[in-house]
């Protein structure tokens, strides 16, 4: 067995000179991550601000399930989203098993309630705060969620980058219903898995430097958007 300074050489190797399986691994990851995120903010981001930001009956239900389902294990999304596409059940004929299509649908069942639920604690508190303003002023509902939302723009870039950091990481769903088929629906998670059983160890440490880079990336991009959020409210 080669030793692992031999294998990172080669790792490197792969990402310096742009090898092209990988670039196309990285890519396609990246796109449906992307897509999967901007699904998600488009409905977690309202479905929270409405959440936290009028009271209604069953409020605290709702509250409840969305803070239950940020743990939903992949697994299940991925056996969920596989039951309702696959031959037999109702989304069958769309034909969208094993397609990038289905992994976008299940990493955004896994991130949407995360985007909600962190949505909801933010403008709720961000709403107690200018409640009097906002009765004095006589602020309809939805100008009131628009400018809760647009007040709280940094928090939600940080919580629109910490469901990014959970799609892409993630491997349990999209693998069930991505089936890891080469040059169709292999991701960075998925290839590194299969690589590895297969001993093709100097891609699946690329693929892990890359991932691992994006992870430092997005937590770099959260800090500096927090530090940019304080600058602006003590500006």
Same mark, same amino acid.
Not at 57 to 72: E, K, S, Y
Not at 112 to 120: C, D, F, N, S, Y
Not at 140 to 161: F, N
């Given at each position: 067995?080669?030793?692992?300074?031999?294998?990172? #050489?080669?790792?490197?190797?792969?990402?310096?000179?742009?090898?092209?399986?990988?670039?196309?691994?990285?890519?396609?990851?990246?796109?449906?991550?992307?897509?999967?995120?901007?699904?998600?903010?488009?409905?977690?981001?309202?479905?929270?601000?409405?959440?936290?930001?009028?009271?209604?009956?069953?409020?605290?239900?709702?509250?409840?399930?969305?803070?239950?389902?940020?743990?939903?294990?992949?697994?299940?999304?991925?056996?969920?989203?596989?039951?309702?596409?696959?031959?037999?059940?109702?989304?069958?004929?769309?034909?969208?098993?094993?397609?990038?299509?289905?992994?976008?649908?299940?990493?955004?069942?896994?991130?949407?309630?995360?985007?909600?639920?962190?949505?909801?604690?933010?403008?709720?508190?961000?709403?107690?705060?200018?409640?009097?303003?906002?009765?004095?002023?006589?602020?309809?509902?939805?100008?009131?969620?628009?400018?809760?939302?647009?007040?709280?723009?940094?928090?939600?870039?940080?919580?629109?980058?910490?469901?990014? #950091?959970?799609?892409?990481?993630?491997?349990?769903?999209?693998?069930?219903?991505? #089936?890891?088929?080469?040059?169709?629906?292999?991701?960075?998670?998925?290839?590194?898995?299969?690589?590895?059983?297969?001993?093709?160890?100097?891609?699946?440490?690329?693929?892990?430097?890359?991932?691992?880079?994006?992870?430092?990336?997005?937590?770099?991009?959260?800090?500096?958007?927090?530090?940019?959020?304080?600058?602006?409210?003590?500006?």
């Amino acid at each position: 067995m080669e030793s692992f300074t031999s294998i990172l #050489g080669q790792a490197v190797g792969l990402i310096l000179g742009a090898d092209p399986d990988l670039v196309e691994i990285v890519a396609l990851s990246l796109r449906v991550t992307l897509t999967a995120v901007v699904i998600s903010c488009v409905i977690g981001l309202p479905l929270g601000a409405l959440v936290g930001t009028f009271r209604f009956p069953g409020r605290t239900i709702v509250t409840v399930f969305l803070n239950a389902l940020m743990g939903l294990p992949p697994v299940v999304a991925g056996l969920v989203v596989y039951l309702a596409l696959s031959a037999a059940g109702p989304f069958g004929p769309l034909r969208l098993l094993y397609t990038p299509t289905a992994m976008v649908i299940a990493q955004t069942i896994l991130v949407t309630p995360i985007v909600a639920a962190l949505t909801r604690q933010v403008v709720e508190d961000l709403d107690r705060e200018y409640a009097e303003q906002f009765a004095s002023l006589g602020v309809g509902p939805a100008s009131r969620i628009a400018a809760l939302l647009w007040d709280a723009r940094y928090s939600l870039l940080t919580v629109a980058l910490a469901g990014f #950091g959970r799609a892409v990481a993630e491997v349990g769903a999209v693998i069930i219903v991505g #089936g890891n088929i080469n040059h169709v629906t292999r991701v960075m998670t998925t290839t590194i898995a299969l690589e590895t059983s297969k001993g093709n160890l100097e891609l699946a440490l690329a693929l892990g430097v890359v991932l691992l880079t994006i992870a430092i990336a997005v937590n770099a991009a959260v800090m500096a958007l927090r530090a940019s959020a304080v600058r602006s409210a003590y500006a």
